[in-house]
Structures are given as structure tokens and as C-alpha cells.
């Protein structure tokens, strides 16, 4: 996150705070990292959160570039009042982090992969790594190739890693 004083030593100076990125990583971009993109955003947004984060997801893979969500995917969401209809998938380009302050990858495959693009210093992490009932190195099970009961899970996961998540960015950017 930046900070600066714009007009400093002027009577009506301004403190002028830009957004932190936080970027979710998974393999096609269709499940995973939307369904997380969906819930981090409005767990954020419950949280106040919303005006200092801003949250978007991408694939480590290029095969699903510019397709929807995962039916299954965007359905489980719905299902559960959010919004995944506007999501388009897109791949991770290592000059993405630049703007990212925060890159979490779904599992540690994608992990591997982001780490391997990653400039020296980058934040890259596994996004379950934020869910204090989790081990460190928990992932989020690629529901692709299974049925319903997979992206169920997929969605409580990526509630308890969004909420552990919003409570440490609320914590480092007050």
C-alpha cells in the first residue's frame, strides 16, 4: 500500500492511501480463484474493508483465457447470494507483480509456478495459509473433475481463508 501527503505544508493537505492488491491464483481460472476473488471482495467489503483492498484472480494456465466461471462454480455461489457472472478468466503474467501486493495461490502446484515468476521479494502464498484453523501448507482442492459436494467445499474453504484474511489485512492496513 502506498501513502503520501499531497499539498503537505499547505492548511487543506491531503493523505492520499492507494489500494493494496491482493491477487488469488489458481490453474485455469475458472473455479477456485473466482469463487475466492467473489467471497475475499465481499468478506472485505463486511469488514470495511472494500475502499483498501482490491481484490482479482487469474490462472497460472492460459487454456480458459476470457471464459465464465465454471457453471458448477458460479451456481455454488449463488447459491449462497454472490455474484460470479461477471468473471472472465485471465493467466497470471509475472509483470502482474508489480501492482500485487499479495499473490495466493489455491494449492502448492500453482504455488510452485507463481514462485518460479516471482521477482525477489514478492509476497506469494498459499491462500488457505490465512485460515487460522488450517495448517500452514492447507490448499484448496482443485472441484473440477468431482461433483457438487467439491465446490461446496471449495466455498467453505475460501470463506474461512477470507475471513482469516480480512482480519489480517484490517489488521496491517489501519
Known amino acids: ?18 489500494s493494496h492488491h491482493v491477487c488469488l491464483v489458481c490453474m485455469g481460472n475458472i473455479c477456485r480463484s473466482p469463487m475466492a476473488e467473489v467471497v475475499l471482495r465481499q468478506t472485505l467489503a463486511d469488514h470495511g474493508l472494500d475502499g483498501l483492498v482490491t481484490v482479482d484472480s487469474a490462472g497460472t494456465g492460459g487454456w480458459h483465457q476470457g471464459d465464465p466461471m465454471d457453471e458448477r462454480a458460479a451456481a455454488t455461489l449463488a447459491a449462497h447470494g454472490y455474484d460470479g457472472s461477471r468473471h472472465q478468466a485471465r493467466q497470471f503474467l509475472g509483470d502482474w507483480f508489480a501492482r500485487a501486493d499479495l499473490v495466493l495461490a489455491m494449492d502448492t502446484e500453482n504455488l510452485r509456478a507463481l ?60
Not at 1 to 18: K, R
Request: net charge negative.
Open 1 to 18: 500500500m502506498l501513502v503520501s501527503m499531497v499539498g503537505q505544508g499547505q492548511p487543506y493537505g491531503m493523505l492520499v492511501v492507494m
Open 115 to 174: 514462485r518460479r515468476l516471482a521477482p525477489e521479494g514478492a509476497d506469494v502464498r498459499l491462500f488457505r495459509s490465512f485460515d487460522p484453523a488450517a495448517p500452514a501448507d492447507a490448499e484448496v482442492p482443485d472441484p473440477y473433475y468431482g461433483g457438487q459436494d467439491g465446490f461446496d467445499e471449495v466455498l467453505r474453504l475460501v470463506r474461512a481463508a477470507s475471513e482469516g484474511l480480512a482480519k489480517h489485512l484490517g489488521e496491517t492496513l489501519r
